[in-house]
């Protein structure tokens, strides 16, 4: 009797061991309008919120050796993976109006890294100015902790800085551990300096 | 051995109060692991391997491997066991009528939790003031959804769970098909958490499919934080073409598939369902606490939108709205950064479950079941007492 299920047993665990394929038929349909369709489906209200692609400025900008360029998002127009091993990220993100205005904005980088503080407007005036897209803006520089958990290193670091447009406002940030994004400064504001408005 | 007494032997077992103390004390060591195990891997997906499962391997102290039935088998066995053990082969009589009302509603207490959990559907809904919205979707599941080329201002789309494939092995592959899709979806692997990396933007090789591939990361401590992945291929079944793409869930954008001479639209996202009314909100009040930024109470003012039927209501933090078998309850707002002036949205909660009530109603049954069975004793030790002073 042992020796005529050996085989069997044999073959059901060869078959339970084995690559698989399996053919569904799928059941489930729902009817959505056709705007709803053409939403990008992984777009949350709060990015809803944000300009579309085809409202944003056509820019254009120099990424500096040894970026890794990562896939924009809704948000970052621009992104990209710096460091090895990549700890600290870069990118160019564009929001309509003054988007709260460069003071509560860089009130919220300083929160983001543990500085609640916010900066008083002549210290504001005082922080040193990059070129971005043919105009002067701040250069916002934050040591702390991160406030991403995932993100966040034991000593970490922000440069950012916020370029007020007619209708909208460019920010260009990087964030990560201090010793990545203090040795890559210079090629930040390089990068910076490397955006501009595409010709049309 | 006779058919009968292989029976009455199972039956035996079955209602055995031995086996009761076995998997009660089985359900207690799985709460003790899955609590401790939870302090590392995050409460949804220890729930998911020890609670929904019906067998797991528990690591002891990292490296020993202990394997456990999983409180979805257990929870059935229970149920077995109380039917067979706590109302069939009870005694029946007057004495044992509150042990057995007691009984009973643990019975239900269990089939109400087998049907929350095949069968109850959550998720949520964000609306800024003056948006609206019929549909709401999970934090935790996903789907792929088929975008048929529309007409007439609404669109088909063909839903394929993620249930149906992220179950997938190493080299196992799932086919999805439709007779009105004029192509078949394969999925040939399917990654839990997942970055899209362009091929050149990393060192490592791996598969690559128009340039991109999904780099695997580790599962994030909460499930919402996933962001899943897939390789597919496209069949056309006229054709006979195969086209092969990724699918990233946090893709801006779908993929367009052309097939059967029009645009098919593919997209991994998040488990949406649909409401069969619709949620406008008209105000989102949010209170905070004088001099600080915690937030003391937030009310959604909406208004109801059933067919030709308007009705207002209100959604707090204890208020839920109830309607149609779904319930809307107040879980949060945001943006988390915004400030003073900003426009904020409110995120409703959004459950369906057949058996919500099942849980209040079979606690009832058991403290009934409980206090006849107290007072059935009481009464008995009372007369005991009288019999004794009489005689």
Known sequence: MKSRLLPVVICCAMVACGPGHSRTEIRETRIVPSAAAELSPQIRTEERAAPRAQEMPPLTWQAPEGWVRMPSTPIRIANFHVGDPANAECYISVLPGNAGGIEANIARWRMQMGQPARLAPDEIAALPSIAVLGRRAPLVEVTGHFADPDKSSASDMLLGTVCELETQTVFAKMVGAEATVRAERDAFIAFCASIEMAQQ | MSAGRLFERAFALASSTAVSVILLLLLFCLTFLGTLEQVDRGLFEV?????????????????????????????????????????????????????????????????????????????????????????????????????????????????????????????????????????????????????????????????????????????????????????????????????????????????????????????????????????????????????????????????????????????????????????????????????????????????????????????????????????????????????????
């Open chain 2, 47 to 391: 729930q998911q391997e020890y609670f929904g499962s019906l067998f797991v391997v528990h690591w002891a102290f990292g490296f020993l491997p202990l394997p456990l039935p999983g409180a979805y088998l257990l929870m059935a066995l229970l149920f077995v066991n109380l039917l067979c053990g706590g109302v069939v082969r009870i005694r029946k009589g007057w004495r044992q009528a509150g042990i057995l009302i007691a009984h009973a509603g643990i019975l239900i207490l269990l089939a109400g939790a087998f049907v929350t959990f095949q069968y109850a559907v959550r998720g949520h809904m964000s609306l800024f003031e003056g948006d609206a919205a019929n549909e709401f979707q999970s934090s935790t599941a996903w789907e792929i959804a088929i975008t048929a080329p529309g007409a007439g201002g609404s669109a088909t789309q063909y839903v394929i769970p993620s249930r149906d494939f992220t179950r997938l092995r190493a080299k196992d592959t799932a086919t999805f098909y439709h007779r009105a899709i004029p192509f078949e979806l394969t999925v040939n692997r399917h990654l839990k958490n997942s970055r899209r990396l362009l091929t050149d933007a990393g060192r490592e090789a791996g598969k690559s499919v128009e340039g991109h591939r999904l780099e695997i990361l580790p599962p994030a401590k909460e499930p919402g934080e996933n962001i899943p992945g897939a390789y597919v291929k496209m069949t056309d079944m006229g054709t006979g073409t195969i086209q092969e793409a990724v699918l990233w869930g946090a893709d801006a954008a779908p993929l367009v598939v052309a097939a059967g001479g029009a645009q098919w639209r593919i997209a991994l996202k998040r488990r949406t369902w649909q409401l069969p009314f619709t949620i406008a909100l008209n105000q989102f009040i949010r209170e905070l606490h004088p001099g600080t930024d915690k937030p003391r109470s937030f009310v959604s003012r909406v208004t109801k939108i059933d067919g030709d039927a308007q009705a207002a209501a209100e959604i707090s933090m204890n208020k839920p709205l109830r309607h149609k078998g779904y319930t809307l309850y107040q879980a949060s707002w945001g943006p988390a950064n915004a400030g003073p002036n900003d426009p904020l949205f409110t995120t409703l909660a959004v459950a369906r479950n057949p058996a919500e009530q099942v849980p209040l109603i079979a606690t009832c049954i058991i403290t009934f079941g409980l206090l006849v069975h107290y007072c059935l004793k009481l009464l008995g030790y009372l007369r005991a007492q009288n019999a004794g002073r009489s005689s």
